[in-house]
């Protein structure tokens, strides 16, 4: 049908009729249903936006890189078929085996002893002659070294006794890490920092000169070291 012909349909124009004769009941409707039925959840079709929390960005955010690794190995966003199915369930594959792992390694280390170790006490390890000023009866060492004739030995027991006694006065603090000269600038009697200085060169001499000394020398060296200890305890 053409444009002229549509130009040539008359246009009639009717009058709305109202229905006053037949007699109409207007519907009554229950309030108390229309009530219910809006407190009914079935009939509540108001969209609530989701609130987003970190697992849904969490989600979309594993999603999104599993979509672009797709695309980078098939050159599509999506796959169809049951191979695109096997490919949207392998998320959850991985996921399952990673809960899992952490499952099993947590079975495997106790709590308890994960408590025990991180609560221990660290173990304390003396150096030999911590140990010695400490714990070990130092007379005894030595009259252990002159029977074997181990007079550098000796010398040694010696000289470490003396720095107990000097702690033991408190006239030095000993600490392993220093230096003989520390001490000395500790001692606050002068006869008594003369002496330590003899005693001194004398450990020096006997401990690190490396060669064996014999009973002579030693009971020289021995009447220094037990003259410093009657100055300590005079």
């Known amino acids: 049908m053409n444009s002229n012909a549509q130009d040539s ?12 004769d037949t007699n109409l009941t207007p519907p009554n409707f229950d309030l108390q249903k229309l009530e219910d039925f809006k407190t009914d959840e079935d009939f509540n ?16 955010w594993v999603n999104q890189l599993w979509r672009d690794f797709i695309k980078s190995l098939f050159g599509v966003d999506e796959i169809g078929g049951f191979l695109g199915a096997l490919i949207g369930f392998l998320p959850y594959l991985i996921l399952v085996g990673v809960l899992t792992l952490i499952v099993w390694l947590f079975m495997k280390v106790s709590p308890k002893e994960m408590l025990m170790e991180k609560h221990s006490i660290p173990e304390v ?31 040694r027991y010696y000289y470490l006794k003396v720095l107990k006694s ?24 002068q006869q008594l920092k003369t002496q330590f200085t003899t005693i001194t060169n004398l450990y020096d001499f006997i401990w ?15 009447k220094e070291f037990k003259a410093i200890h009657h100055l300590i305890h005079s």
Do not use: C
Not at 45 to 59: A, F, S
Not at 130 to 140: C, G, K, V, W
Not at 181 to 188: A, N, S
């Open 9 to 20: 349909i008359p246009i009639v124009n009717q009058e709305l009729q109202y229905d006053l």
């Open 208 to 222: 690190y000169g490396s060669f064996d000394i014999d009973q002579t020398i030693y009971l020289k060296a021995e």
């Open 166 to 189: 000097l702690t033991d006065q408190e006239l030095i603090h000993w600490e392993a890490q220093k230096t003989n000269h520390e001490y000395y600038d500790e001692i606050p009697n």
């Open 125 to 155: 390890i003396l150096t030999e002659e911590e140990d010695i000023i400490q714990n070990q009866d130092i007379d005894t060492l030595i009259s252990k070294a002159i029977q074997q004739a181990n007079y550098r030995l000796a010398i």
């Open 45 to 60: 079709y108001v969209e609530t936006p989701q609130t987003e929390n970190w697992w849904t960005r969490l989600k979309k």
